[in-house]
Structures are given as C-alpha cells and as structure tokens.
C-alpha cells in the first residue's frame, strides 16, 4: 500500500489540500483531524507539537536500552555499507 500525507485545509465546509493531488477513484482515505488546542495556537506551535510527538514514537523505537547488534550477527552483509 502506497501512502501519502496532504497537508489540508477546513473552513468549515471546505477542506482544500495545500497542493493538488489526483486522488484514485474507490481510493482508502484515512483522515486525521488536528485542532488547536486554544485560540491562540499557531502554526508555529502544531508543527512543533507534531515534531514533538515524532520525537517521542521515534524515542520508543531506539531508546537507551535497544540492543547492539555486531557484524557476526549478521545473515548477509551490505556490500554498499560505508560506517560512519
């Protein structure tokens, strides 16, 4: 399954995509609803409440007691692998 992300636009009858995207007939459409949480919320600030909670699943997913796994544990090495 092929995703991608719209950002978009309400007025309250409308919605409008930021930029235009032809959207396949019979196409799975998932929509996720974001508010402010008060009047003076800005832009500024829901991209960083969305930055934060990227950080937060990407935390859960390496955090500090992900195992490290070395090169003997490897099935088939990457011939194009450069280290750091």
Known sequence: ???VTLPARCNGKHRDTAAPFDIPENAQLFIAVATPE???ETDADFRAD???LSAMG???AYGDDEP???ETKL???NPA???L
């Open 1 to 3: 399954m092929k995703t």
């Open 38 to 40: 008060n009047n003076e």
């Open 50 to 52: 969305w930055y934060a």
């Open 58 to 60: 990407l935390a859960r």
């Open 68 to 70: 490290e796994y070395d």
């Open 75 to 77: 099935q088939e090495i």
């Open 81 to 83: 692998y450069e280290p």
